[in-house]
């Protein structure tokens, strides 16, 4: 049996691995006492807790979060990283300098109301004429249920308008932009795209020439055909690590997460910004809690005041649901072994590993810093995973305690488990076992470079994780924080 795991040597919980995955307290901890993981306070007991009991929920009282206006944010100077020089990958080289990992064909909608007629659409083009385009990997239709309904010009509406349009933008997409339209809808195509000219890129089934069902099908097939021949003649080629941006993000988190899958992450995440990659961390409720621990890593005081503003933002969108923070962990986090928000946030924030962080982006907006990154997002798995594709996501790497099945259509997902139980469980959905880290039986550095060598095979195309050998692609789910009219 392995001995239970001490994070910091201030801890008085430890997590045990056996029977189940749960907190113990190492000693006895009286009432009013604060409660250490990660050596921070993640709550004051409520009564005596005696050594060896397992320390849940119902045992602390939740501390307030880290006070934002107190925090220095003048004087962050982090050292970078040392660099990791001469490490590539396999590519699709885009115009604007970016690159795919991935050879697809977007089609973008504005409005909810043509996503049964794109899905149809796309369904077509991939059996009738994609096996003419054998470079090209697949058609995505980008649907989703924005676009009319809502109040548009209300403040916060610009997030998922600017999701979709940047969605479009991502380097799997190769540069070609079509979207489908109904004519009557808010969202208008010149709105969701103001820059792009040339050729004719919107089908708008409301128009006069398509007289029925039919003609709105081939018209998009017709659209679809004239940039698949164009994606269908590139090629991978040999590209720096810096056209690489990789979204980190956590999900079904359990006790084990924050000590096995996110360091192990969070080594992989040095490696790439070592090597010159973008990485992004996100999941705004999950770092709020740490926030007095990432501050500190910000590359200048331009980065910390963006970062609070991020967090200051969230705290208000919560209260005006009548919300906090707390409601962010689920009753499977808990089953799991973490307590409350506080701990799942110390774990969640190992993801970041520890370079300085360059660069701020708010929800739905490209992340244009090379190095590491705060992509601020919910933490809602498929909402963060969209608006990390809108930042500009190549290659995802999610970890997970509880497991899901989660996947994305225009990016490879590689996934994580903090147990080795669940790779177990899970063969063949948990592409790196993590949980090697909790019985001793591999390092987190070891780990973190398995997961660093994955994330550079699934860019090139070399090694297709599981999610895509499943064809698991979740939808796209955007963050509409204004009003629904
Ligand atoms: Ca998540």
Redesign the pocket.
């Known amino acids: 049996m392995a001995a239970p795991i001490r994070v910091d040597e201030r801890d008085n919980v430890v997590v045990a691995l056996e029977p189940v995955a749960h907190k113990v307290a190492a000693r006895k901890i009286e009432a009013g006492e604060a409660v250490l993981r990660y050596g921070q306070v993640i709550g004051l007991a409520v009564r005596t807790i005696e050594e060896g009991e397992a320390v849940g929920e119902d045992m602390l009282d939740l501390p307030a979060p880290p006070p934002l206006e107190s925090l220095d944010l003048e004087s962050v100077a982090p050292q970078p990283l040392p660099p990791l020089e001469g490490i590539k990958f396999e590519g699709y080289l885009n115009a604007d300098g970016s690159a795919g990992t991935r050879n697809l064909l977007g089609i973008s909608t504005t409005v909810q109301c043509v996503a049964a007629t794109v899905e149809i659409a796309a369904r077509r083009i991939r059996e009738e004429v994609l096996p003419r385009f054998p470079n090209v990997d697949d058609v995505v239709a980008l649907t989703h249920p924005y676009g009319c309904g809502v109040a548009i010009d209300a403040p916060g509406a610009e997030i998922p308008v600017r999701t979709l349009r940047n969605l479009a933008l991502n380097p799997n997409f190769g540069g070609e932009v079509m979207a489908v339209s109904l004519g009557c809808e808010k969202l208008q195509p010149s709105r969701l795209f103001p820059l792009i000219q040339g050729e004719p890129w919107v089908v708008r089934l409301q128009d006069e020439e398509y007289r029925c069902f039919g003609d709105m099908v081939a018209a998009i097939m017709r659209f679809a055909e004239k940039r698949l021949g164009r994606l269908d003649r590139r090629r991978r080629t040999q590209c720096p690590a810096s056209k690489l941006s990789v979204g980190l ?3 079904g988190s359990d006790a084990f997460s924050g000590v096995t899958a996110n360091p192990a992450v969070g080594h992989a995440a040095d490696l790439l910004v070592r090597a010159g990659a973008t990485v992004y961390f996100s ?1 705004v409720t999950e770092v709020r809690d740490a926030v007095h621990l990432l501050v500190p890593r910000c590359a200048s005081a331009e980065v910390a005041r963006a970062l609070v503003r991020e967090m200051a933002w969230y705290d208000a969108y919560l209260a005006r649901g009548g919300a906090d923070r707390s409601a962010n962990p689920t009753p499977g986090n808990k089953r799991g072994g973490l307590a409350n928000i506080v701990e799942k946030a110390l774990g969640s924030v190992a993801k970041s590993g520890t370079a300085p962080i360059m660069g701020v982006a708010g929800p739905g907006e490209r992340a244009a810093a090379p190095g590491l990154n705060f992509v601020a997002t919910p ?3 498929f909402i ?1 995973g969209t608006l990390q594709l809108a930042a500009g996501m190549n290659v995802h790497v999610f970890t997970t305690g509880e497991g899901t099945p989660y996947g994305l259509a225009m990016a490879p997902v590689i996934k994580v488990s903090s147990r080795s139980a669940l790779k177990e469980k899970w063969p063949d959905l948990i592409d790196v076992d993590a949980g090697r880290i909790a019985t001793g039986a591999a390092a987190v550095e070891e780990v973190g470079r398995e997961i660093f060598e994955f994330v550079l095979d699934a860019a090139s195309g070399r090694r297709r994780p599981w999610a895509d050998q499943w064809g698991l692609h979740n939808r796209l789910a955007l963050f509409n924080p204004a009003p629904v009219t």
Do not use: K
């Open positions: 993000q956590c999900g999941e933490a809602s798995d963060c």
